[in-house]
C-alpha cells in the first residue's frame, strides 16, 4: 500500500497499544479506533514496506462492542485508547493480552483470572501532568497527541476530576494576568513548562505543583494565595524549578509555598501522606481492589516477616502491616520513605522499618547477612525487576512472592526467571487501575516448590 490510498479492510485483531490490526494481500495495517471484526475504510498515513498506519474514515459493518466515545479528547490526546469499545470487551482484551505474554515471553501456560474490572470508568484519576505551551500565539494547557509532544486543549479530560480542568483553564488565566510566557521546547525558551495536579479523593485535599523552567520565580507567593481563593481546597502548593533539557516534568529541586508539605488520602482504611515525588496509584478504588488482591496472596497468618521493595510510601506493605510479625519496606526516593515513616507512625503501627535504598542493592545485604522473609512483596516500575534483584529474593528464598506489576512484558520476563530458580507461579490476576488506556496491573502469586 501507498501513503494516501484508500482500502476497505477487516480487523482481526488489536495491537498492545489497542490499534486495530487488519491485513490485505499480506500487507498489515494498524488503525486505531476500530475494533475486532469491523469492515471498514481507511486512508493510509504512513506506508512501509510491510506495514503501515491507517486513519479510519467510515465503519461500514460495525461492531457490537462499538460504543461512541465518551471523551470529546478521544483519538485525539494520546492517553486513552478505547473509549470507541464497550468496557467489556476493553477487560477481555487486556486479559487477553496479559496471557498471551505470559505465554510468549515467559513461557507460561496457565490460565489467568479474569480481569476486575472498575466500577467507574470517568473521572478516577487523582494526578495530572498538563503539559503547557504555546499554540497559536497563546499559552495552552492539555495532553500529547498521539507519537508527538502537540498539546491537545479545549476540551475536559474524562478520565480526571472535572477540577483538574478548572485548575489547569486558571492557571492559563494567571499566566495571562501575569505576562508569564509558556515553555517553547525547541527554543528552551518560556516559564512555565507544567501544572502538576494530584488529589486525595477521600480527603478531597488538592496539592497543586506548578513547574518553571528557572532556577526562581517571582511570582510564586501571588500564585500560591490566588490559587488557594479560587480552590480552597487546595492543601499544598509546591513550585517545581526544570530548567534541563528534557522530557523528565519534575526537576531535582521543589519548593514548598504554602502547606506542610504533602497532601493526604485514604486506603484500606489507613491514612497516607503523599508527597510530589512520591509514588501513588492515581486510582484510589481500583487500588484498593488490587491491594486486596496482594494481601490474599500474600496469605498473612501474624507469624510472618515480610520485604516489599520498591514500596514508595509504604501503602501496600502497611495495609497489611496489622496481620504480620514484621514488615521492612526498600525505596529509593528519600521524600518517600520519610512519608512512609510517617505513615506508620501515624496509623499507630510498630512493626515496620523503611529503608532508603536501591531494591537490589537492599536485597543483595538481607541475602548475605542471611535475613530471612517469609515473603516478598514487589512493585517495581515498568522497566520490571533487574537480574540482580531477582537473584537476591531468590537467595533469601521467601516461602512466597507477590509481584505487582504494570507491564505485562517485564512480568512475564521475570516470572520467568523466578521459575528457574526453584519458584511457581500459582496465581495471576489483573486488576484494571486504568481504565478506557492500553495499561492494566496484575498480581502474581509465586511460591517455592519444596512448599513451605
Known sequence: ????EKAIVKIEDYTDEGFGIARAEGYVLFVPGTVAGEEVEVLVVKAGKRYGYGKLLRVLSPSPWREEPACPLAQRCGGCAFWHLSYGEELRLKAARVQEQLRRIGGLELEISPAVGAAEQTGYRNKAQFPIRCVKGRACGGFYAPGSHGVVSGAPCAIQPAVFNELLNWTLGFMERYGLAAYDEGERTGLVRH????????????????????????????????????FPQTAAVFINYNDRDTNVVLGARTESVYGPGYIEDLLLGRRYRIAPQSFYQVNRRQTEVLY?????????????????????IGTIGLSLAGQCRELVGVEIVPEAVENAMENARRNGIENASFLCADAKEAARRFAAEGRSFEVVIVDPPR?????ATLEAICQIAPQRVVYISCNAATLARDLKTLEEHGFKTRSVTPVDLFPRTRHIEVCALLERKNGR
Not at 500500500?1 to 494516501?4: I, L, P, V
Not at 505543583?209 to 481563593?229: D, G, I, P, Y
Not at 522497566?383 to 537480574?387: F, L, N, Q, V
Open 383 to 387: 522497566k520490571g525487576c533487574d537480574a
Open 292 to 312: 486486596t488482591r496482594a494481601i490474599q496472596a500474600a496469605a498473612p497468618t501474624g507469624r510472618e516477616r515480610v520485604l516489599e521493595l520498591y514500596c514508595g
Open 195 to 230: 501544572l502538576y495536579l494530584r488529589r486525595g479523593e477521600a480527603t478531597q485535599q488538592i496539592m497543586v505543583c506548578l513547574v518553571v523552567n528557572s532556577r526562581t520565580f517571582a511570582q510564586k507567593e501571588q500564585f500560591a494565595a490566588e490559587v488557594r481563593a479560587a
Open 1 to 4: 500500500m501507498k501513503k494516501n
